[in-house]
């Protein structure tokens, strides 16, 4: 079964601070990978997704993933925070149709 | 165009009595699905469905939880019998078939489950 590990539930960085949160999967084949953002009390909103096209992801938000297959990782990066970054991010992996949900980390931003 | 539609967004029940969740998937989405999410765990599957079919199950209780997507109408999440344990949030999801083909789910607001 595929899966992901997400590497820290709280992270926290200073406004301006370069943000990254991790992200691991196991997978025996190529997998789809995404990352979604929670903001509280809301669904889940698509951030950006990898589907083999380039490793070097760009989302929405300024934020972008780097899919490394030698390191099964596909962390979420972001040049410089912004107070409004605070909220949950999910690293996902597409199973047989569904997708799968890391436990999620925590994104706080300190003024 | 509408996003994925859930109601209620908030329902309260009491011990013992039955809640009903429904989802509207996005115009043109033929494929719905269902997580629950408990403070600190994350997002659980629970069951994926297409019109009057379910795909898989695989993380829906054995007991007093089912779901549906007719041919007309909502998916609906059943709950009966609720006990404390199921407060949590509910979210729905929708997305063209194929999500192994990279297609993205979309997610609804979420609804909110108090049982008291």
């Known amino acids: 079964a595929q899966s992901v590990t997400q590497l820290g539930s709280h992270v926290s960085v200073s406004e301006g601070a370069l943000v990254l949160l991790r992200c691991n999967y196991s997978?025996?084949?190529?997998?789809?990978l995404f990352w979604y953002v929670q903001y509280p009390n809301q669904g889940l909103q698509l951030l950006l997704k990898?589907?083999?096209?380039?490793?070097l992801v760009k989302g929405i938000n300024g934020f972008e993933a780097e899919f490394k297959k030698s390191e099964t990782s596909f962390h979420l990066t972001k040049p410089s925070a912004h107070m409004s970054d605070a909220a949950e991010y999910f690293c996902?992996?597409?199973?047989?149709?569904?997708?799968?949900f890391g436990k999620g980390t925590r994104l706080h931003i300190l003024p | 165009n509408a996003g994925v539609m859930q109601n209620p967004r908030h329902l309260v029940r009491r011990r013992g009595q039955e809640a009903r969740l429904r989802c509207s998937p996005m115009?043109?989405?033929?494929?719905v699905y269902w997580y629950r999410q408990l403070p600190e765990e994350g997002l659980k599957f629970m069951v994926y469905?297409?019109?009057?079919?379910?795909?898989?199950e695989s993380g829906m209780p054995k007991e007093r939880f089912s779901a549906e997507f007719p041919k007309e109408g909502p998916s609906i999440l059943r709950i009966q019998q609720v006990v404390r344990g199921d407060s949590a949030a509910y979210f729905c999801?929708?997305?063209?078939?194929?999500?192994?083909?990279?297609?993205?789910?979309?997610f609804g607001e979420g609804s909110w489950l108090t049982v008291v």
């Open positions: 999801a929708s997305s063209p078939p194929a999500v192994n083909s990279g297609n993205t789910i979309y």
């Open positions: 997978s025996s084949v190529p997998p789809y």
């Open positions: 990898y589907t083999s096209a380039a490793t």
């Open positions: 996902a992996v597409s199973e047989g149709g569904k997708i799968i």
């Open positions: 115009k043109g989405h033929s494929h």
């Open positions: 469905l297409q019109k009057e079919n379910i795909i898989d």
